[in-house]
């Protein structure tokens, strides 16, 4: 999930722009951006408009494609044609590709290649040695995702993600810039500030971490240690995260089988642990979390989506990470939705990648 610490500082900025409505955003855009407006296409063309439709209307993908990457050989969903402009999905914890299975489709029908990774630990994705540490730092998932570009040879594309998806597309953004054309970062500047996270956040902003603080206890790690229980654990977090979503048994069954995966606990923990320094990092990823550490700028153009129901959002218009933007810009709040934004509201989650690509 996201940081703590990144909420903390914002969570007195006040209410700032009202949220946009689903029905709005989709009826009119520009109304809800607080920066710019997207440009017209690359042909001179309006930038398109994506079809409205109903959350959960696609209930699968395909056959699941594997490549090797890396350390890993990473399974994914790719839908859309071979050679259109690519768009690379990335889902956050505790979720997996299917947070984005209504968003593939509206983007290959707009003629969109759309690839959709499971990160380490997760789905079908695995380690290619049983020899490599079963880390998680932030700039190993966002190296295992420049490796998954580099093996299907993949030169830019636009990143889209959330949670921890939003961390991995703004780390490769901000030290990789000439990798991606644009992004959007639902939750605004995610990467981690170790250092801040040291510190004490006010009271209610720990309370909604209480997770993090459960899995650096023993107690904690036996129940991620025990598949029954750590999916359990999984489905109390999206009722808590995303109040509005009335999602089915099935819904949740067919992601709860990434968490399945035989490193998942190791990885899961892993991250949480290492965001609050209690387990040291790899040492061969010491100088990408140093130049992370100074929480560097991203210029590529972005689009910056804040859903009102998640906790973890700070109320307000996004300025409290406005200054991380240094690029083409436009943020918008939107109204009912909670922390799994693209299934929750998948339209608007399209849209997003579509204004991005034209900013």
């Known amino acids: 999930m996201i940081n703590r610490r990144t909420f903390s500082k914002a969570v ?6 009202a949220a946009v409505s689903l029905a709005g955003l989709q009826s009119d855009a520009a109304a809800s951006a607080t920066a710019a407006t997207a440009s017209d296409g690359p042909g001179g063309g309006p930038t398109p408009t994506v079809p409205t439709i109903t959350p959960g209307t696609h209930t699968e993908f395909g056959t699941l494609k594997h490549v090797k990457a890396g350390v890993l050989d990473i399974g994914y969903a790719e839908v859309g044609p071979q050679h259109g402009p690519v768009v690379v999905l990335l889902h956050g914890w505790p979720y997996d590709i299917h947070s984005f299975v209504d968003v593939a489709p509206l983007l290959a029908d707009l003629g969109y290649r759309v690839l959709v990774p499971y990160l380490r630990g997760h789905g079908s994705t695995r380690f290619l040695s049983r020899h490599t540490p079963r880390t ?8 295992d ?8 040879k993949i030169e830019k594309a636009v990143l889209a993600g959330f949670d921890w998806g939003s961390r991995t597309a703004d780390i490769i953004a901000a030290l990789w810039p000439e990798r991606v054309k644009s992004l959007v970062s639902t939750s605004g500047y995610l990467i981690t500030d170790r250092k801040m996270q040291l510190e004490p956040a006010a009271a209610g902003v720990e309370h909604n971490w209480w997770y993090q603080w459960y ?16 999916i359990a654990l999984c489905r109390y977090v999206w009722t808590l995260v995303s109040p509005n979503w009335n999602f089915s048994d099935a819904t949740f069954a067919r992601t709860a089988e990434a968490f399945r995966n035989p490193d998942y606990a190791a990885i899961v923990l892993y991250n949480y642990r290492w965001r609050i320094s209690l387990i040291d990092g790899d040492r061969r990823y010491d100088r990408y979390e140093k130049k992370l550490a100074a929480q560097p700028s991203i210029g590529v153009p972005t689009v910056t989506l804040d859903a009102a129901l998640d906790p973890f959002t700070a109320p307000g218009d996004g300025s409290g990470y406005r200054s991380h933007f240094t690029g083409p810009y436009l943020h918008r709040t939107i109204a009912n939705i909670g922390h ?6 998948p339209t608007v989650f399209a849209q997003a990648v579509v204004d991005a690509d034209h900013l």
């Open 12 to 17: 007195g900025l006040g209410t700032g722009a």
């Open 340 to 345: 799994n934004l693209p299934q929750e509201a």
């Open 145 to 152: 995702i420049i490796a998954f570009m580099d093996a299907l």
């Open 215 to 230: 899995f650096a206890t023993d107690r904690g790690v036996k129940t991620m240690e025990n598949v029954d229980e750590r």
């Open 136 to 143: 998680a730092e932030q700039s190993a998932i966002a190296l």
